[in-house]
């Protein structure tokens, strides 16, 4: 397969891939042109592999990782939410807005395998073999994540005001 094939063929996956890992549109379409771009200088050697697509997808992820060690060195972090981020007027979205805020706030390896798990259907062995680590390191990161998008959600839904302070007027 040339890579002009595969690019059209891929392109639009990889693209929805790399904004669920990152959360963020304009910054998965950086990602995966990065990407395509570094793919495209060595498509020979990549053309020949048995799986050229999970190559490909794990440049995704190693972009996705070291870009945002890359930039924090660059870019200061303000306290507040960048504009943009606001959940969906329309009220079948608001749920979809409200997890992917919450999934933003996960570590960059926790995000990677629940991307890699959710979105791409890949097993425990399979991811772990696309990040490098063990099949047990993945599980972790995944329990740990989910752990926190748990307490994260139930802790959204709490009362505002305390009922200490009801109760005492």
């Known amino acids: ?25 304009a910054l998965a379409e950086d990602i995966v042109q990065d990407v395509l771009a570094r793919a495209f200088t060595k498509w020979d050697a990549i053309s020949a592999l048995d799986h050229p697509h999970a190559y490909v997808r794990r440049m995704i992820v190693n972009e996705y990782l070291s870009w945002r060690r890359r930039w924090a060195r660059v870019t200061p972090y303000a306290d507040v939410e960048p504009p943009g981020r606001e959940a969906d007027p329309a009220v079948q979205y608001a749920d979809r807005s409200a997890l992917m805020a919450e999934i933003a706030r996960l570590p960059r390896k926790q995000r990677a395998v629940l991307a890699l798990r959710f979105y791409e259907g890949m097993t425990d062995a399979e991811i772990a073999e696309t990040l490098g680590c ?10 740990r994540a989910l752990a ?5 959600i139930a802790d959204d839904r709490l009362p505002t005001t305390p009922r200490l302070a009801e109760e005492s007027a």
Do not use: K, N
């Open 148 to 152: 926190q998008l748990r307490v994260q």
């Open 134 to 143: 063990a099949a047990g390191t993945v599980r972790g990161y995944a329990s």
């Open 1 to 25: 397969m040339i890579f002009s094939e595969y690019v059209a063929e891929h392109q639009r996956g990889l693209l929805r891939f790399a904004t669920a890992l990152a959360t963020d549109d």
